[in-house]
């Protein structure tokens, strides 16, 4: 089963002016991105700085309006969606950050950083179930 598709996704910023005015040019973040992760396996995105990486996560998390294209998730449409019905899916989709110094707090363990979304999404989670939990997700 394929977990999440991205098929043909752009994304586009507004045109920024010119010099002195001048017609400006529309900023192409993103063009004709394509991928399938297959449930169960792990896809890394590579490429230069300013390449678009962060724009095609952005995008795939609703943060980005993208100018065509579609994204599936666990077979669902996300893409296009209005935010209150896209905030399911936010439990289940989330970034890693480039910068880990900017996402990790070097003073928490792993385990903490790794239990900590588990506390704000599920807070009816034990403490002993979160623990189990977070001990399953650094094992795979």
């Known amino acids: 089963m394929n977990l999440l598709e991205v098929e043909r996704l752009n994304v586009r910023y507004g045109r920024r002016p010119g010099f002195l005015g001048a017609a400006g040019t529309e900023i192409q973040a993103a063009v004709g991105v394509s991928f399938c992760i297959r449930q169960g396996t792990t896809l890394g995105l590579v490429g230069e700085s300013g390449s678009g990486k962060s724009t095609v996560a ?79 997700l650094l094992e795979k």
């Open 58 to 136: 952005r995008a795939i998390l609703g943060l980005e309006e993208i100018a065509s294209g579609e994204i599936v998730f666990g077979g669902d449409r996300i893409s296009g969606l209005p935010e209150k019905a896209f905030r399911p899916y936010r439990k289940r989709i989330q970034m890693i950050f480039q910068d880990p110094f900017g996402s990790l707090d070097p003073r928490w363990t792993v385990g903490a950083i790794v239990a900590e979304p588990l506390q704000v999404h599920f807070p009816g989670l034990s403490r002993s179930e979160r623990i189990d939990r977070t001990v399953g």
